[in-house]
């Protein structure tokens, strides 16, 4: 059989007090603190003017957002009938399950209480979180990848791997492809252009809307690759849940983008 043997890794990276620690959880803590350090170190660098209790406020936002908006919008978009029978499964975080767009609304409204709270500009503040949200979707989509989840399609590619959820079929290993792009690629390219392109930076909102459309493009593109959810299948045939979602967050990002270029009247 083609494709290359799934790695045995648990699920589980270690166990305290007979409480399990699982990757996915760490995925999204270390992504939020290696964020938050990055912050820190930019506030000095860049000279942002963020209070170090302004700063500790917008984490807490962020995080309460990313957990709850993440949890709904899997709930709604991708649980099926499942949590509307048993709505107290929506719980259940341990059990993974999150959506990205869902998590992402829930951080805009986290970031905007957060900007009302202290007057600080709201566009700065998503610029901000946008050039680190991509170490949180690695480190997320290498966890799917962990936990046996989210898989691509059967393929016979080289580099196939063959998911025991999978029905140790040889399938693309989406979540890979989705951390390189969403994750890595959209890092590098965000961050060299707030940092070495100055009218980037200064016209807040910029990153943004560059973050909103890169994720969409990789995003879109990559569902080609990757198994769509059993309980939703295809949408007319061929489209998938991640792509529906994508596409207003895409047509959004161009006009957001529009708004801070165009001419001046």
């Known amino acids: ?69 993440g949890r709904l919008g ?37 970031l905007w209480y957060a900007a009302h709270r202290h007057k600080l500009d709201f566009w700065q503040l998503t610029d901000m979180a946008a050039l680190y949200a991509p170490i949180g979707i690695f480190f997320g989509r290498l966890a799917n990848f962990v936990n046996d989840e989210l898989w691509g399609r059967v393929s016979d590619v080289p580099w196939a791997v063959r998911f025991p959820s999978g029905g140790y079929l040889p399938r693309h290993p989406s979540q890979l492809y989705e951390a390189f792009c969403e994750g890595f690629l959209m890092l590098v390219i965000l961050n060299c252009l707030w940092r070495f392109v100055p009218v980037v930076r200064e016209r807040k909102g910029t990153i943004s809307a560059l973050f909103v459309i890169l994720y969409a493009v990789f995003r879109i593109v990559l569902e080609n690759f990757r198994q769509p959810d059993a ?23 161009c006009w957001l983008f529009w708004q801070k270029f165009r001419p001046e009247k």
Request: charged share 10%.
């Open 1 to 69: 059989m083609t494709g290359l043997q799934f790695p045995d890794i648990s699920p589980v990276m270690v166990t305290i007090a007979g409480f399990p620690i699982r990757w996915y959880s760490m995925a999204y803590l270390a992504g939020i603190v290696l964020a938050w350090l990055w912050l820190l170190k930019d506030m000095k660098k860049y000279r942002l003017g963020f209070e170090k209790a302004a700063v500790e406020d917008i984490v807490f936002y962020i995080t309460v957002g990313i957990i709850v908006g």
């Open 74 to 110: 899997y709930a709604l978009f991708y649980g099926g009938s499942a949590f509307w029978l048993e709505p107290w499964r929506i719980l259940e975080i341990w059990q993974g399950g999150m959506s990205f767009h869902g998590g992402a609304a829930g951080a805009v409204f986290g």
């Open 231 to 253: 309980q939703l299948g295809f949408y007319f045939g061929f489209v998938t849940m991640g792509q529906i979602l994508s596409t207003p967050l895409l047509l959004f990002g």
